[in-house]
């Protein structure tokens, strides 16, 4: 059964940065496509950065160039680097398989709270 964890959110003042994590259990990340999400309540959830197998990452044009993804494969661990964190920013961050892999969880869990102030 995958379990993924997320840590590491809280509150900012713009300009700041905060580093997520994903700890997971039940999947490689390593031999996984995995991505971090984001959702404002009331919004549809939105692919923020993803990371495959073999370490080629993507971004939403939003976040490029802010945000860093990685894996920790001795931790099997996925984080996200946040940095000069924006307002709109502000979201439940969720980590996930990528969509279509056996390993993507249904249910999404209650992610990381990350509030940026102005």
């Known amino acids: 059964q995958v379990q993924l964890v997320e840590s590491g959110g809280g509150w900012v003042q713009a300009g700041g940065s905060l580093r997520l994590s994903c700890a997971a259990s039940?999947?490689?990340?390593?031999?996984?496509?995995m991505g971090w999400y984001r959702q404002v309540p009331g919004k549809q959830r939105e692919l923020v950065a993803t990371i495959s197998s073999g370490g080629i990452t993507d971004y939403a044009d939003s976040v490029k160039g802010r945000f860093t993804i990685s894996t920790d494969n001795v931790k099997n661990t996925v984080y996200l680097q946040m940095n000069s964190l924006k307002p709109e920013d502000t979201a439940v961050y969720y980590c996930?398989?990528?969509?279509?892999?056996?390993?993507?969880?249904?249910?999404w869990g209650q992610g990381t709270q990350v509030t940026v102030s102005s």
């Open positions: 039940g999947i490689i990340l390593r031999s996984n496509t």
């Open positions: 996930n398989a990528d969509k279509g892999s056996y390993y993507r969880r249904d249910d």
